[in-house]
């Protein structure tokens, strides 16, 4: 066996961060861009967690979209940083009749069926720029990526993140839900 050379850090060794390099391109593998969940841990949120508290955890781990997991840790969910909004809580607790402490991440999140993926296998052989092109086509700020034949969720890729690694906007057109209806003639 033989062993490694060991040295000091110098004084101006930085800790790097994906997003520093340039090494991502639109006819970059898509594979560049996938939080891959068999090297990357998801992150994710207990259903029952209340939502204020979510929103913190998010804001102070910096993530826009975490997996819900139910009390078994299985997948029920998406939610993002923008369901757990003052608005969109300040109206579920109303829907929902409920005091603030009292609103869940699984009241405000994505539900398991109603989330989109993409297969591993078609996602391996598609470049950076088929991705946007996908997320834009379908209004998605992200898709899961599943292993169809193994029934594996298998990471996930957001625009957030393809944006940061491209260096460069990627801007999602979004479908009008009811609160940006509600929204748009409370302003009227």
């Known amino acids: 066996m033989k062993n490694l050379t060991v040295f000091a850090l110098a004084a101006d060794d930085h800790l790097v961060q994906p997003e520093e390099f340039e090494d991502v391109h639109g006819t970059?593998?898509?594979?560049a861009i996938l939080t891959d969940f068999r090297s990357h841990k998801p992150h994710m949120l207990d259903a029952q967690m209340e939502a204020s508290e979510a929103l913190e955890l998010m804001l102070a781990e910096d993530v826009r979209t975490k997996l819900v997991i139910d009390e078994k840790r299985e997948f029920i969910?998406?939610?993002?940083?923008?369901?757990?909004?003052?608005?969109?809580m300040a109206l579920k607790r109303i829907e929902l009749g409920v005091r603030p402490d009292e609103l869940l991440v699984r009241d405000l999140m994505h539900s398991r069926r109603n989330i989109r993926a993409?297969?591993?296998?078609?996602?391996a052989k598609a470049r950076v720029s088929d991705v946007v092109s996908t997320l834009k086509k379908h209004h998605q700020d992200y898709l899961l990526v599943v292993d169809q034949e193994a029934?594996?969720?298998?990471?996930i890729?957001?625009?957030r993140d393809i944006?940061?690694?491209l260096h460069t906007p990627v801007q999602i057109e979004k479908e009008l839900t009811f609160v940006d209806i509600f929204t748009a003639v409370k302003a009227h």
């Open 163 to 165: 944006a940061r690694r």
């Open 28 to 31: 970059t593998s898509a594979l």
């Open 77 to 88: 969910g998406v939610i993002g940083i923008d369901d757990l909004s003052e608005h969109h």
């Open 157 to 159: 890729v957001s625009a």
């Open 118 to 123: 993409i297969d591993f296998d078609e996602f």
């Open 151 to 155: 029934h594996h969720i298998r990471g």
